[in-house]
């Protein structure tokens, strides 16, 4: 009575443990290249996130305020109405407006006013740039003067 039962030699039952192993090491070599993927797309779209909200927020701020000076010294955009104030201050990794921190690396290229570049003082128009690794990004805010700012020029 010899009965032979049907089954898988030692060899056959390591083959199929390696390729499975093999495979299996393929699938999380893939995850890990999809997550670091996925990771630099989450930070290119936060940093495009806060850049289109600077961008909105000065655009406004630009147009209803009607005293704006910059200061040089202290790297602080002052911007005035008869009510009310905001202040800008800018550094190297972000951008402080009163109490919110706006995480954006934004510089100051350029600084005008009346068509004519200025260091400091009273201005009407800045020219923005982004520092990015293939190209640099820029944006140019300005507003229209009225008859107020130059009657109160001097007491400002």
Do not use: P
Request: net charge positive; glycine share 2%.
């Amino acid at each position: 009575m010899n009965k032979k039962i049907k089954s898988f030699t030692l060899s056959e039952l390591l083959v199929a443990m390696i390729i499975t192993l093999i495979v299996v090491g393929l699938a999380f070599t893939v995850l890990n290249l999809v997550k670091k993927q996925i990771h630099t797309i989450q930070m290119n779209y936060n940093r495009t996130t806060e850049l289109a909200f600077f961008k909105q927020r000065i655009w406004l701020d630009f147009n209803n305020y009607s005293h704006i000076n910059f200061d040089s010294k202290s790297n602080q955009l002052i911007l005035k109405s008869e009510t009310d104030s905001v202040f800008y201050n800018f550094n190297q990794e972000y951008i402080l407006r009163n109490t919110d921190t706006l995480k954006t690396k934004v510089q100051i290229e350029k600084l005008c006013f009346e068509g004519t570049n200025v260091n400091s003082g009273t201005i009407d128009a800045i020219s923005f740039i982004e520092k990015k690794e293939a190209s640099d990004s820029h944006f140019f805010v300005f507003k229209k003067n009225d008859a107020t700012l130059f009657m109160n020029q001097d007491g400002f």
